[in-house]
């Protein structure tokens, strides 16, 4: 009896030692209150979230040195510039990860893109991709960013002036500007076409929107039919009138990833690691999708969402085409310059 009174108490012990504070900085809908209910009752950890964006991730964590956060959830475009520079973070321990939970096109993707020097700094959680809005009655022959520009649309084309939009021409025209980001010279090369091919489409152009909510109002007004535009923009739009929705391009959608990863002093590293694991549960994902809007790199998570959500994206993304997502790499120094110039010249042309 002794004997087993110990082991009792010995395991009350082991629990208490191991249930931590995680402390979160992440963005809006994704720690919903429920999923943490779920998670602090599972595991015995607690939760604190602070909610913050990029900047202000990469300023809190620059100004303690990694300091008073376990986990925090920068875009995978943040990570290797910051890390190299600062050493903010530390590396994932990618044994501690349940990769079978990830879509592996993205999970790939991201231990790519937040490498430094042999180690992987960072995990996919929430992402979202730019492409095609379309009228697909009235535009059914758009298959790609460069359509934009045929007659069976003139007039009635809208799109942003913004970099995507040359991310998004260049791939469609069969150039790969990801590639060429380490040399300015090829980079420059690229771009100078793509604003060939712009110059040539602004007669396409009904107007270069700047807001989604007037985007919106064009579609829904039938002024426009065909549109570079986000994923859940075209989803919202196929709620009200069935014909329009979000459309993969043929040469790949524009993705962005929101991440995992530990800050470099962290004290809680179980609980983040727990954390991990338990939200990219699929019908745990599916909670995190419903709160935040977007989807996660949770595979299987989409057949927990709503019937309408799970109808519109598995529409718009068949798997291969969430495995030709174009993902945004860090944007090295100098280009946002050579795109500066581009659309300054873009916008000036007649």
Known sequence: MIGAAVAVSLGGLASGVSADTLRLLTWGGYAPDDVIEMFEEETGHTVEV????????????????????????????RIAGPQAE???????????ID????????LTATKLNTTVGDEVYGVPHVWGTSGLVLDTVKAGMVQDYTDLCSDEVAGKVSYRLKRPT?????????????????????YENIMNQVETALIDCKPNVKTYWGGGDELMGLVRSGE?????????????????NPDVT????????????????????????DAAYDWINFVMRPEVSAKITEASGNFTASLGADEFASDALKARFQNSFPPEAIDNIKWYPPVPAGLEAIEGGVLDRIKAAN
Do not use: C
Not at 86 to 96: Q, S, V
Not at 99 to 106: H, L, V
């Open 224 to 240: 426009v039919v065909a549109a570079m535009a986000w994923d859940t923009g075209g989803w919202k739009l196929n709620a009200d």
């Open 86 to 96: 600062f050493g903010i973070y530390k590396p994932i321990d990618l044994n501690r």
């Open 50 to 77: 602070t909610l913050s964006n990029n900047e202000e991730m990469i300023a809190k964590l620059r100004a303690t040195g990694g300091g008073g956060f376990d986990l925090a959830q920068p875009s995978q475009d």
């Open 246 to 269: 979000f459309v993969a391009p043929a040469s790949g959608a524009l993705g962005w990833i929101d991440t995992f990863v530990l800050p470099a002093k962290g004290k809680a590293d």
């Open 166 to 186: 040359l991310i998004g021409f260049a791939f469609a025209m069969g150039m790969d500007p990801f590639a060429a980001y380490g040399d300015p010279v090829a």
């Open 99 to 106: 990769a079978s939970q990830f879509i592996e096109s993205m």
